[in-house]
């Protein structure tokens, strides 16, 4: 009850990359998120680092929140500790919760995304980053008042402005 290569469920496989038993090639279609897509699609595809997330990690001193250092006092000889998560889907809450929003966006890219395959997937539901930036803007006066007309004259379509 073997497989003889990489990245096998089942058993008995030979080939890379099988679900089932028996087999002895590596398939060019795979499901992904539910879906049959080929496998060159996904291992293309851009992926999120916050998707490898582990069972464990380490947690250095400069990263350790007031209640760690006093769940851990070791840390003062160890540098740290070593965070271990309950279960995956709880490390990838917080892998989640710590990627930037650009490696957020990644995530909505992915081959046949869905987010209800998803969810059961990762154990949340995953929400797209704002597209809301703040940004500070030197205006003349002239362009200003364009803009200030702009609204002022806005009836509920962009359409019919020009800037």
């Not at 030979?14 to 049959?36: A, H, R, V």
């Not at 989640?96 to 949340?124: M, Q, R, Y």
């Amino acid at each position: 009850m073997t497989n003889r290569t990489k990245n096998n469920t089942g058993n008995w496989n030979t080939g890379d990359c099988n679900t089932g038993y028996c087999n002895s090639i590596t398939p060019d279609d795979c499901l992904i998120f539910n879906k049959p897509a080929n496998r060159a699609e996904w291992e293309t595809a851009d992926k999120p680092d916050w998707v490898f997330a582990q069972l464990t990690k380490w947690v250095y001193e400069s990263d350790m929140t007031d209640a760690e250092k006093e769940a851990y006092p070791d840390y003062v000889t160890t540098g740290g500790y070593l965070k271990c998560y309950t279960s995956l889907k709880h490390a990838y809450v917080e892998a989640w919760e710590k990627a930037s929003d650009e490696d957020k966006e990644l995530t909505f890219n992915l081959p046949n995304f869905d987010v209800e395959v998803f969810k059961e997937v990762f154990g949340f539901t995953p929400e797209r980053p704002s597209s809301k930036r703040e940004v500070t803007l030197t205006l003349t006066d002239e362009q200003l008042k364009k803009i200030e007309d702009i609204i002022n004259d806005y009836d509920g379509s962009w359409d019919a402005h020009e800037c």
